[in-house]
């Protein structure tokens, strides 16, 4: 069973940083791929930025350019640092994993951004 925890978050002003960071815990294997999905209040959960065990990354479109996404294989810990953030980023953000075909999810963190 593998657990993530996710560290940062918190209320920035727009234009301003955050970085989030996820341990994966509970797997002695590889995580095949990790990420960040945010949720805004009343909208779909949508896909921030993955990375993949073998360093390729995706982003979403409204993110390019302005996230970036990092992973350390040995720790199991994927990072995001967004900057240039804006009001719209506000959001929950979840953290996710995927191994052997199955997904796993982070319990959430705040992420608000004031204009």
């Known amino acids: 069973q593998v657990q993530l925890v996710e560290t940062g978050g918190g209320l920035v002003q727009a234009g301003g940083s955050l970085r989030l960071s996820c341990a994966a815990t509970g797997s002695m294997f590889s995580i095949d791929a990790m990420g960040w999905y945010s949720q805004a209040t009343g909208k779909q959960r949508e896909v921030v930025a993955l990375?993949?065990?073998?360093?390729?990354?995706n982003y979403g479109d409204s993110v390019q350019g302005r996230f970036t996404i990092s992973g350390d294989n040995a720790k199991k810990t994927v990072y995001l640092q967004m900057d240039s953030l804006k009001p719209e980023d506000t959001a929950v953000y979840y953290c996710y994993a995927a191994l052997f075909g199955l997904h796993y999810w982070g319990q959430g963190t705040q992420v608000t951004v004031s204009s």
């Open positions: 990375i993949t065990s073998g360093g390729d990354t």
